[in-house]
């Protein structure tokens, strides 16, 4: 069943301003949620049609003019609905390095092998990109997933151009390369070995074990000072790992592969990310002790973010699986956002503001001086780039 999102009124609409008033499609915005309402049980999907899943609903995304809602007709319908299944689209991107230049991170390219993540993380800042290809950020970013094939080849090219000027590429920063699709398809090994071939450096950032696969690879590479490698380690605890992060590898894996990848000397280091108040803030020592153990000699921290769409699928799972702590956890959101819930600020985004954002930072500071991490960085090399060239049409005479 289909309903407007947009409520009858007889009151005339009011006129759109004129920066967007010419424009063709243009179209409200829906009101954001209101958190201190209980949550629509009218957008949840039950539970055993989203097994293994991280998200609550599947909500339309922000651009969409209409609302999807199922509903019980009477008839059991419910109960022949089948589960969300994962299916893979081929997308056919006619570039694979994505530029940015925002001022509070430190790469400005990057390559993203897959659209939506399978790991199904509810707190994963990605999932409004899903509302661009008109499906939800919800069940649809885990369960619908697109696959770029020809990224080997699309890197290839555009590392040859005669213009390129060699820069770290970072690969993971938006979804997981490692994703459980990744044994299948293959698609960051290939990139791997284009880099590798290219001596091309990289940042990978993950928190899947599936990178052990390719530490043939990165040991090459890191000989060279070609790669670094990051894993996400958000909690210790298996069950709220599983709830969380669903599909993603257990936090005592993500451990080992640390401690793999340290010992085939690759420079690893563990992001205790992301830092949700009253919910995991109480491991941040644990974690970081854990990860030293494993060989790490850096950590990095990132404060939970709630931007778009994630605000409310992250309320529902909150509403779901931690009632008791909802209004606890969000009063302290606010207070780390200046009383908002997100702040999308250059550098406050990442690690918040406000007393409770400062205990949160000097705790992971007094932890990583404690344990001797971040004495130093790992600063990774241009100076073996070496594209091969392409063949001449013409012949030599000599």
């Not at 694979?96 to 430190?106: K, V």
């Not at 770029?148 to 390369?177: H, M």
């Not at 996400?232 to 709220?240: A, I, P």
Request: with cysteine; glycine share 6%; proline share 8%.
């Amino acid at each position: 069943m289909d309903k407007s999102l947009a409520a009858p009124s007889t009151r005339p609409a009011a006129a759109p301003p004129r920066s967007t008033a010419r424009r063709e499609n243009f179209r409200p915005r829906p009101a954001a949620v209101d958190l201190n309402a209980p949550p629509d049980g009218d957008v949840a999907v039950e539970r055993e049609h989203r097994r293994g899943r991280g998200a609550q609903s599947n909500g339309s995304g922000r651009y969409e003019p209409l609302a999807r809602i199922a509903f019980d007709d009477g008839w059991q319908s419910f109960e022949e609905l089948p589960p969300f299944k994962t299916t893979v689209t081929i997308d056919t991107t006619r570039r694979i390095i994505t530029r940015n230049d925002s001022p509070d991170i430190s790469f400005d390219r990057s390559i993203n092998p897959y659209r939506g993540c399978e790991h199904g993380c509810i707190y994963c800042f990605a999932r409004p990109t899903h509302a661009y290809l008109g499906l939800s950020p919800g069940l649809d970013f885990e369960s619908k997933l697109f696959a770029k094939p020809d990224a080997a080849k699309l890197l290839e090219r555009e590392l040859s151009a005669p213009n390129y000027v060699p820069r770290t590429i970072a690969i993971g920063t938006n979804t997981d390369p490692y994703q459980p699709i990744e044994r299948e398809h293959q698609i960051m090994r290939r990139i791997l070995e284009v880099l590798d071939r290219f001596g091309h450096p990289v940042g990978i950032v993950t928190k899947s074990a599936l990178i052990l696969r390719d530490i043939d690879i990165l040991s090459r590479m890191a000989r060279r000072k070609l790669v670094k490698v990051a894993l996400s380690v958000t909690t210790l605890d298996g069950k709220l790992a599983r709830v969380m992060e669903p599909r993603a590898a257990t936090p005592a894996r993500r451990l080992e592969a640390l401690r793999q990848l340290t010992a085939a000397g690759v420079p690893a280091s563990v992001m205790v990310a992301p830092i949700i108040p009253a919910l995991n803030d109480s491991e941040i020592e644990r974690i970081l002790d854990a990860a030293a153990a494993a060989g790490v000699g850096e950590a990095g921290y990132v404060l939970l973010r709630l931007p778009l769409e994630v605000r409310d699928l992250f309320r529902e799972w909150l509403m779901a699986n931690f009632p008791d702590r909802y209004r606890h956890v969000f009063k302290l959101i606010r207070e780390t956002r200046g009383g908002k819930d997100y702040d999308s600020s250059w550098g406050k985004r990442m690690t918040g503001g406000g007393p409770v954002a400062w205990m949160i930072g000097r705790r992971f500071e007094l932890a990583c001086e404690r344990l001797g991490l971040n004495k130093a960085r790992t600063t990774l090399s241009v100076e073996h780039f070496s594209p091969p060239r392409p063949q001449s049409t013409q012949l030599s005479l000599f």
